[in-house]
């Protein structure tokens, strides 16, 4: 007995303990989808809603005849089934009256409110909800995890208020509290798989050329255009992995993927270069035809290859973005983390290419390909292994659709709206962005594109029913000014192109120029492969001396120079090579005459690259950062295949359609690759002016939307 009535005095005093936190009425909770507008409250007006979209519909107990609009309330939840209550509290604020007959709940909270309490999205919740106004003292105390209310009877309770980052969720799919996710802790596990991603990549990528003309027996140009092919592959699948990353999987469940795609890509080349029936016999001589590598064993190099692109292209495309996921942006002491967060990316990009092109080489030249592609894929299997127990620390964004889908309801809503006129009025058109930050004013250029905001009734199914219109016919005005902002960027997109061209030499045909002669130091033979040391040296020097203010002629100037050196080089060198004889394996000329052209298209590439990147992020609109990282990595992959088209068209043209000569022979002693890179210095150089004009009308069209937003738009237009 006395033990039965200790029993009941616990459960007396927690129950009266419970009973204690009830401050407020209580009731229940659901939520409801947009679009939230128009309201009973305030219409169509876009400043009724408060940051973020943290508003409800009352139902007739709590609408007291509209006088409730305005109201704000503070409200937890306090069950539910399969316990979907979170800690904390949120407030909000009312701005509808719930006119479904019945209403389903006491309350019907935006789903950002709802998120803020509920693990469940469709669920039906008891709740705790007080009119803040009848909260005698609130005290709200800034880097503290809690806040004390004093309610009319004088009684203190300390409840646990949990931070969240914007827009974020856990692993388990509840918003994410900021005190156990995120930071720099999982942020550095994600840039150590980005680093091993790149040390597999570039250890293959920089010596492939050294293995296919000296292993497999391929033509020079055959040479280089499978390696350019290659890399541009890997950075066209990036789309292909920002649109999966978008739309299906996230970003976390991409990253894993890819890098195991490219992780098994890296075994098979291992196995590929280690069986001896996977590639043709030796040849030593110089003077005769060496025997190619045959069908099938170009066929499991090339399908070895084709993995590591697919891999390489689906993680490229997430993991930086889902590194800067771990920041939240909205908080002013975690933004600066995000900003350091991409100059730590790009350094260990860049070390790692580094140690690639210096350690990874010389094992694959002195010691064996095998183990060499054998350490790429330890290295990203171990780094994936890493990444994976991270699982729980990570922030996750949860998928919003693929800003492809969206350019292409735009596009296709105004094709089909083709015959239909533009009210003069823009306040006519469609528009349903809540949130200020990112809505986006309308602007008078790519008129045509406005026809997908022109509402019909069609759009609706063709009645004015409260179903959500048709995306493919009905797109709001933010979306359609987001696809012109895209579209803007188009020309000087299209400008950056030819300095990838420039630099797909590099890891081509000046690798192989290197490999032809002296690279003994002291006794030690520097790999081929490994010149490149002097790119990447150039890249770390030009990094540490990169000032933003630096206008973009600098980041396009240092092309041409770079092919003009690597022009005078091969001179020299083919001269030599008259000297001695074609057919010599090595030519008594210093590898270090290469450096000036790795140096200048090195510094080139880290003006180039820190400036594309920096002005496609900056430039594209908030809902499409994604895509517009895509966009940039698309400038490489079509530099690499316009370098395999430049190489095919130049030795067709100038061999006659024949084999052996030409500017690009079939060896690069008998060839004219001098001429080569002068053609590559004209074209970098007609493209600088190409640049300049298109930045020049881009400049035009940027400080016109500036002047535009400065006043309203449209009759009642909202100043933003």
Not at 474 to 499: D, G, H, N, Q
Not at 550 to 556: H, L, N, S, Y
């Amino acid at each position: 007995m006395a033990l039965l009535g200790l029993v009941i005095a616990i459960m007396l005093s927690i129950s009266c303990k419970e009973m204690s936190l009830v401050l407020g009425d209580i009731g229940t909770a659901t939520s409801y989808d947009p679009p939230y507008t128009p309201t009973k409250c305030n219409g169509n007006r876009q400043d009724q809603f408060p940051s973020g979209n943290l508003f409800v519909q009352v139902s007739e107990g709590l609408w007291d005849n509209g006088a409730a609009c305005g109201r704000r309330y503070r409200l937890r939840c306090l069950s539910g089934s399969n316990k979907p209550c979170k800690q904390g509290t949120v407030d909000v604020r009312v701005v509808d009256f719930c006119s479904r007959r019945p209403c389903p709940s006491t309350i019907v909270m935006s789903n950002d409110a709802f998120a803020a309490v509920s693990r469940s999205s469709d669920a039906k919740i008891n709740i705790e909800f007080v009119h803040t106004r009848k909260l005698r003292d609130v005290h709200e105390w800034p880097g503290l995890n809690w806040v004390s209310i004093r309610t009319a009877e004088n009684r203190t309770h300390e409840e646990k208020i949990v931070s969240f980052a914007a827009n974020a969720v856990d692993h388990r799919g509840s918003p994410a509290d900021k005190s156990k996710t995120g930071g720099w802790l999982p942020a550095t596990l994600i840039l150590g798989i980005e680093f091993c991603e790149r040390l597999s990549t570039m250890g293959i990528a920089v010596n492939l050329v050294t293995y296919l003309i000296g292993t497999m027996h391929l033509p020079s140009a055959t040479s280089a255009n499978t390696v350019t092919d290659f890399m541009g592959t890997s950075f066209l699948l990036c789309l292909l992995g920002g649109f999966l990353a978008d739309s299906f999987l996230g970003r976390y469940k991409t990253v894993a993927i890819f890098a195991s795609i490219q992780t098994l890509g890296t075994a098979l080349l291992a196995i590929s270069t280690h069986l001896p029936q996977l590639r043709p016999p030796p040849c030593h001589s110089q003077t005769i035809s060496c025997k190619q590598a045959t069908t099938s064993q170009m066929a499991m190099l090339y399908a070895s290859l084709y993995v590591i692109a697919l891999g390489t292209g689906g993680l490229k495309s997430s993991v930086s973005g889902f590194g800067t996921d771990q920041f939240d942006e909205n908080d002013e002491n975690e933004k600066p983390q995000m900003n350091l967060f991409f100059g730590r990316f790009f350094f260990l990009v860049s070390l790692g290419t580094l140690l690639a092109v210096t350690g990874l080489v010389y094992v694959q030249d002195e010691v064996g390909r095998s183990l060499g592609y054998g350490i790429c894929s330890i290295s990203m299997l171990t780094a994936i292994l890493i990444f994976l127990a991270g699982t729980k620390r990570y922030r996750y964004k949860r998928t919003s659709g693929s800003p492809i889908v969206h350019i292409l309801q735009v596009i296709v809503g105004a094709v089909k709206k083709r015959g239909v006129e533009v009210p003069k009025d823009v306040n006519l058109l469609y528009e349903t962005c809540l949130d200020q930050s990112l809505r986006i004013h309308h602007s008078d250029q790519f008129k045509f594109l406005d026809k997908a905001a022109i509402i019909r009734k069609e759009d609706y199914g063709g009645d004015s029913s409260n179903m959500p219109p048709n995306p493919w016919t009905l797109s709001s005005v933010t979306k359609v000014e987001e696809v012109k902002m895209m579209i803007r960027l188009l020309p000087i997109w299209a400008t950056t192109i030819i300095f990838w061209t420039t630099y797909a030499q590099m890891i081509t045909f000046s690798v192989e120029q290197a490999s032809t002669m002296d690279r003994n130091i002291r006794g030690f033979q520097i790999p081929a492969g490994s010149l490149t040391v002097f790119f990447v040296l150039a890249i770390l020097i030009s990094l540490a001396a990169y000032d933003r203010l630096i206008i973009p002629f600098m980041k396009k100037w240092f092309g041409k120079p770079g092919m003009a050196a690597a022009a005078l080089a091969e001179k020299k060198r083919l001269s030599k090579a008259k000297e001695v004889g074609q057919n010599a394996v090595v030519l008594p000329l210093s590898v270090f005459l290469l450096i000036p052209q790795f140096f200048f298209v090195g510094a080139g590439e880290a003006f180039m690259y820190t400036g594309q990147l920096d002005f496609f992020i900056t430039q594209s609109p908030k809902g499409m950062k994604t895509m517009s990282t895509g966009l940039f990595l698309t400038t490489l992959s079509l530099g690499f295949f316009f370098s395999s088209l430049l190489v095919s068209i130049v030795k067709k043209v100038t061999t006659g359609g024949g084999d052996g000569g030409g500017w690009v022979g079939d060896r690069i002693n008998n060839g004219r690759l001098d001429c080569f890179y002068g053609l590559l210095a004209v074209l970098s150089f007609v493209d600088f002016w190409m640049f300049l004009l298109s930045a020049a009308w881009y400049r035009s069209k940027t400080a016109t939307r500036k002047d535009l937003k400065m006043g309203s738009v449209g009759k009642g237009e909202e100043k933003c």
